[in-house]
């Protein structure tokens, strides 16, 4: 995760209208599938976490549905490819995240010692896709303006670029030219700091 001042951003900085459009599901989608191997059924995860919102009335999009049809190119085109290729071919961990650019404190640490000092919170989330669908699905984790406080990011700081793992042994659909690896996206501060 690197946070830039707006004057590092180029015009071939900025992500192509198409993928902007689906940032959020994707964002939101790859926190449900890094937690689905955590999950026993919805709303039973190991680890400490509480409930921060209320949920929402619909009733929640069966585990099955939400673990099975999604979206990371990483692992195939089809949205039933991660489902099939990622439990054969990567292992999620061990996990690091480096943070530097405009912050106080960069650094490269460790995933658990990362959420560590945190309690989870639990969320009911309706996730809207560009493509036409929706799921109404639990989220569980910690909020990122949380995360982000932790590195003191300065007054220099506009934005918040996130970069994926690029792994073409693990994930093979990085090997495709669907999509320029690794994935890239980002966010104003303003939005990253957002409780929600």
């Known amino acids: 995760m690197l946070i830039k001042h707006k004057s590092d951003l180029g015009e071939n900085d900025v992500t192509p209208e198409r ?7 994707l964002l939101a989608m790859s926190a449900a599938f890094a937690l ?8 039973a995860v190991v680890g400490n976490f509480k409930k921060d919102a209320p949920g929402l ?5 069966p585990f099955e549905s939400a673990t099975t049809y999604n979206n990371f190119y990483e692992f195939g085109l089809d949205k039933s490819d991660p489902g099939v290729v990622a439990p054969k071919m990567f292992t999620p961990g061990p996990w690091s995240v480096a943070v530097d650019g405009e912050c106080a404190k960069p650094a490269t640490i460790g995933l658990e010692d990362l959420i560590k000092p945190y ?21 569980i984790g910690i909020p990122l303006a949380e995360v982000l406080k932790k590195f003191e990011p300065t007054s220099k700081a506009k934005y918040v670029a996130f970069t994926t793992l ?3 042994k693990r994930m093979p659909g990085v090997r495709s030219p669907i999509l320029d690896w690794p994935y890239r996206e980002g966010l104003r501060m303003d939005e990253a700091m957002h409780p929600l």
């Open 57 to 61: 009335d619909e009733k929640l999009t």
């Open 36 to 43: 689905a191997p955590g999950l026993k059924a919805w709303g």
């Open 19 to 25: 993928y902007f459009l689906k940032r959020r599901s």
């Open 119 to 139: 309690n989870q919170v639990e969320r009911i989330y309706r996730l809207r896709c560009v493509e036409a669908w929706s799921m109404v699905i639990p989220w």
């Open 166 to 168: 690029n792994d073409p």
